[in-house]
């Protein structure tokens, strides 16, 4: 059956961080902890709970940070989290696919403080057809049960719903639902985007 939607990753897809996650939050702790990978390490596992809605992350950041005694680096350690850069070529992407009739939704895992920044600010509201944020499905990629869920929730067979994501744990989970899906990150350029969907006949 032709796709008749596209979920789009945020991070890695629609927009990145500058220098990735880690190698932004390593200047922020370096010197202030003794063990940097270590942390780094507990800082991602820390964030599961608020991923899936089981906790907010205003929570559990602070917590984190007195654990390892570096309270003050709160703020700088937040700004890590929100500093977002969008990418307009592949946003003018999901405009020309809109046009031509494509759905196209948002799906990824996000917080709730990170997800609401990311709503109020870069303008997803008016750039995609509908959001998937795992915080608000209770689940998150690469659980097979987020893109069963999205499914249902579009009312379409899971070979009509094709997903860009920049993880290929991601994209073999959505494919072990049934689901098209297209393994890409923004440094591989928008031709190679444009070659992949073009594939899975989408008109680009």
Request: with cysteine.
């Amino acid at each position: 059956m032709p796709v008749r939607a596209v979920l789009w990753d945020a991070d890695g897809v629609l927009q990145h961080l500058p220098a990735g996650w880690e190698a932004s939050m390593r200047p922020v702790v370096e010197g202030h902890v003794e063990d940097l990978e270590t942390f780094l390490a507990e800082a991602f596992e820390a964030e599961r709970p608020a991923l899936v809605g089981q906790a907010s992350w205003l929570d559990i950041l602070p917590a984190l940070l007195d654990r390892w005694a570096v309270a003050h680096l709160h703020d700088r350690a937040l700004e890590v989290w929100l500093t977002i850069v969008p990418q307009t070529e592949v946003r003018d992407l999901v405009t020309e696919l809109r046009a031509a009739g494509v759905g196209c939704h948002l799906a990824t895992n996000q917080t709730e403080h990170r997800g609401r920044h990311m709503a109020d600010n870069l303008g997803y509201g008016d750039l995609l057809d509908g959001t998937f944020w795992s915080y608000e499905l209770g689940v998150a990629k690469p659980d097979p049960a987020y893109f069963a869920a999205i499914v249902e929730r579009l009312d379409l067979a899971p070979d009509e719903v094709l997903l860009v994501d920049d993880s290929l744990r991601n994209v073999e989970a959505a494919r072990s639902v049934g689901l098209e899906a297209v393994h890409w990150h923004v440094d591989e350029g928008l031709p190679v985007l444009r070659e992949r969907l073009h594939a899975h006949g989408l008109p680009v």
